[in-house]
């Protein structure tokens, strides 16, 4: 799955608005994690994941392994935020952030 500059330009536009819906915390990425992204990724489509970790690195790695994990794609990172989005196969139009 690969996005057009345009389509990515989008989707941070629709993203701009949206709070954080999971944070990865000093335990890294847990099974609970990874589930909850997921089920995210799947009502919503495109959702923003806080990272409260301190290093840089470490950071971007967990955004790395979460991508792959979830098989999303990164829209964007800013500071301890990353935009990530997988289209659903059924979308629901009352949870998809892409719809309203």
Known sequence: MSLTNDQKKRLRNVAHKLNPIVTVGGNGLSENVQLEVDRALEDHELIKVKFAVGDR??????????????????IQEIGNIAVLFRPSDEPNPKLSNLMR
């Open 57 to 74: 690195d470490l950071k971007r790695q967990l955004i790395k392994e979460l991508v792959e994990i979830v098989e999303a794609q990164l």
